[in-house]
């Protein structure tokens, strides 16, 4: 059973304001993502991390940025929240060896909405 | 550039019928493969995946993939579907330690 949490799970804020999602795992994985999805709809990598003081952007261009403080969390924070951001954020995890096996093991999400 | 695609948006299969959700992949070299299914409102989780050997890899809750070199797919089967099979299911491929590309997502519709 994966161990990967975020928290929280609903979230419903008004503009301008400053969120934090948070993302935890406890399996020691290195690697980290961010993903967007609208309902319904593809998954978009917003921001990953190779570990520890390292982020980098993904695919989709995003406003939110991250960091890594700790292996086993990737906080993502939008400073000020529009209601183009209303959307699910998935965050996952996996091992970084490029031969092994390198899931990505799945948090529940957190859907956000913005008025 | 490495794609996945899944050519299928929705399907829809009566209960105790039997189901296969296409993926195609793109790839220089035979990537990892993966399926994972998505029920509303939650994360993603893994059914199964192929990395080399045997072609035909069996999954969690009933479900197998066949990977077929000749034919660049890895396609989702399951002989009976059962109502809480309706899901999103997307399919995923890696290679050499990079990103996942995910499919677009096959959404699964269930009739009693």
């Known amino acids: 059973e994966a161990d990967i949490y975020q928290t929280p799970r609903y979230l419903v804020i008004g503009t301008g304001k400053k969120i934090t999602l948070e993302c935890s795992q406890t399996m020691g994985h290195d690697k980290m993502y961010w993903y967007q999805q609208d309902p319904g709809m593809e998954l978009h990598l917003i921001h990953y991390s190779y570990g520890v003081n390292s982020t980098e952007k993904g695919d989709l261009s995003s406003e939110s940025t991250v960091s890594r403080i700790r292996t086993e969390h990737f906080p993502l924070t939008l400073e000020s929240a529009r209601p183009s951001h209303t959307s699910q954020y998935l965050c996952?995890?996996?091992?970084?060896?490029?031969?092994?096996?390198?899931?990505?093991?799945f948090g529940p999400g957190t859907r956000l909405t913005v008025l | 550039a490495q794609s996945v695609t899944q050519p299928d948006i929705h399907i829809t299969v009566s209960e105790g019928a039997s189901l296969e959700l296409r993926c195609n992949y793109s790839?220089?070299?035979?990537?990892?493969l993966f399926w994972y299914v998505q029920s509303p409102g939650q994360g993603l989780q893994l059914l199964l995946k192929?990395?080399?050997?045997?072609?035909l890899v069996q999954g969690i809750k009933g479900f197998e993939a066949e990977f077929k070199r000749s034919q660049s797919s890895f396609n989702l089967r399951k002989p009976s579907v059962h109502w809480s099979d309706a899901a999103e299911y997307f399919c995923a491929g890696s290679s050499g330690g990079q990103n996942f590309v995910f499919g677009p997502g096959t959404r699964l519709s269930v009739l009693p």
């Open positions: 790839y220089g070299a035979t990537p990892y």
């Open positions: 192929y990395f080399s050997g045997d072609t």
């Open positions: 996952a995890s996996s091992r970084r060896q490029v031969s092994s096996y390198n899931e990505q093991f």
